[in-house]
């Protein structure tokens, strides 16, 4: 998983801060939040071959084939080692926190030789590392002052509205980069992306702006996976399937990692068909050409048909195989990331069906892993916001098992250890926990007023805010946010847990 692929809402689940926010898009959306290579910020080095190999990555990295990026980005710096700006998007193709931070440590090091536009970005990205929202805002209004002509300054401004949930701020910095470049298809899948994931939501305005980037680029196949995903959000499954059938077409032999994307892809959509064989043929097919960097992410979602189809147990035993073969399958530097997964997921299979003990266990070793993870950058800031991260399963889990007080604690804990942090968003998940901790004590009102304060983006906090609801009586709130989520059509353990109650409680 890529530190590109996470975004806002995956940097966050990287830190433990958020609930259950969509995993499918952080694991497979190529969008970002410093935005590669800006138009008319300099590219600073004197090399002609670590400016091609730059170009090269930034290309890469904007049809969404991060995997190539990366390399492209490290052969960059390996002919410029003075290469700031290449060292960091290889920070932002990096597949763990402490990778991020190396390279980051790099960029900033190397900063002296960069143009001034090229070290607000490297700031930019420590600001959100740092989890200095605030700071970022400052920083990118900051870029786009002074290179006002520049399509991409414009989107990594859109990149910070978005993180603060200011969505139609953001969507008017993408507009403005569309109007400095309206053939700039980075531009357009990332206006398609906000239309597909953020509120208010407009599944018309994604399919529009991504067979745009598919008309101006009909050779990538992850644009014709992006086509896809947007016909998925709007509920034409069958047009879903055609396109990423395509995008599969053009990587026959997933020379370019798409190909295991699309018929990964095209499992979730059997999956909420409720064609579960299928599904897990797909994913199957999928495993087999996948690269070592996708395996085991890629197997957490075989092992969501299982919750589908109502088997948690079968999951959880799936789920725990990858995490004992993980070592076997990964790149090294990535095993204890997917053990995270994996044990992230196990944890609120277990707490959403009363396995408390197997809650327990894997909130335990997620949060031990999670922890050593953070210790690895050294930076004490990023270790205590994963110590937040920590205390909010722990309360998740004593949440379920009843013990409220428990709970109350380790969200207090949890909001006292991110009081330092200039981000408006950082309470969402101590409301989620709090919610909980009202919706099973019955006490609706107290969880509707948390989990209106929770992250808006989060399916499952959205299902646990009907529930309040229902049992306040308010039934039409009910409906509408159960029909919400249950025609989310995005994967993620969450929304497997929940999409068929879901259904049942809409009527």
């Not at 520049?150 to 109007?179: N, S």
Request: aromatic share 8%.
């Amino acid at each position: 998983m890529s530190m590109r692929a996470l975004g806002t809402t995956g940097l966050l689940m990287l830190l433990g801060l958020a609930a259950c926010a969509p995993q499918e898009r952080q694991e497979e959306q190529a969008e970002t939040i410093a935005a590669a290579a800006l138009s008319g910020i300099p590219v600073t080095t004197s090399m002609d071959a670590a400016l091609a190999h730059f170009r090269e990555g930034q290309q890469l990295a904007d049809n969404g084939r991060g995997l190539e990026a990366k390399l492209a980005f490290l052969r960059a710096v390996e002919a410029d080692p003075d290469f700031a700006r290449g060292y960091l998007e290889v920070a932002n193709n990096a597949n763990s926190a402490a990778e991020y931070k190396q390279y980051m440590d790099l960029a900033r090091a190397h900063s002296a030789n960069a143009s001034e536009g090229e070290r607000i970005l490297i700031e930019i990205n420590m600001a959100f590392f740092e989890n200095n929202v605030d700071g970022a805002l400052a920083l990118a209004e900051e870029l786009v002052g002074k290179y006002p002509s520049a399509p991409r300054a414009w989107l990594t401004l859109a990149g910070v509205y978005t993180g603060l949930d200011r969505i139609a701020e953001a969507r008017e910095q993408m507009k403005k980069a569309l109007e400095l470049d309206p053939q700039l298809p980075i531009a357009h899948t990332t206006l398609g992306f906000s239309y597909l994931f953020n509120e208010p939501k407009d599944f018309d305005a994604a399919v529009r702006h991504f067979q745009h980037v598919v008309d101006l680029r009909p050779a990538e196949p992850q644009a014709h996976v992006n086509l896809g995903d947007a016909y998925r959000g709007g509920q034409d499954l069958q047009a879903a399937r055609q396109a990423y059938g395509r995008a599969a077409e053009l990587d026959p032999n997933n020379d370019m990692a798409v190909y295991s994307i699309a018929l990964l892809k095209r499992g979730h959509v059997n999956s909420f068909l409720g064609r579960y064989d299928e599904a897990q043929g797909d994913y199957d097919r999928a495993l087999e050409v996948a690269k070592p960097q996708q395996k085991s992410t890629y197997a957490n979602y075989r092992a969501f048909t299982w919750v589908h189809a109502g088997g948690p147990q079968s999951a959880v035993d799936e789920l725990q195989r990858i995490v004992e073969t993980a070592a076997d399958v990964t790149p090294a530097d990535q095993v204890n990331g997917v053990k995270i997964f994996a044990l992230t997921n196990i944890a609120l299979i277990a707490m959403h069906h009363g396995m408390t003990d197997i809650a327990e266990r894997a909130v335990r070793e997620r949060n031990e892993l999670a922890l050593a993870e953070a210790q690895k950058t050294g930076d004490e800031d990023f270790i205590r916001v994963q110590q937040a991260g920590n205390a909010y399963w722990e309360g998740l889990a004593a949440a379920r098992r009843g013990d409220f007080s428990t709970a109350t604690l380790r969200a207090e804990e949890y909001a006292r250890l991110l009081e330092p942090d200039a981000n408006p968003r950082k309470l969402e998940p101590y409301h989620d926990l709090l919610g909980l901790v009202a919706l099973l004590q019955g006490d609706f009102q107290a969880a509707i007023d948390h989990y209106n304060q929770a992250n808006p983006n989060d399916i499952y906090a959205r299902y646990h805010l009907g529930l309040a609801h229902e049992g306040a009586g308010n039934l039409t709130e009910a409906r509408e946010l159960f029909r919400y989520v249950f025609e989310n059509n995005f994967n993620s353990v969450g929304y497997a847990l929940v999409r068929k109650d879901a259904e049942e409680r809409m009527m």
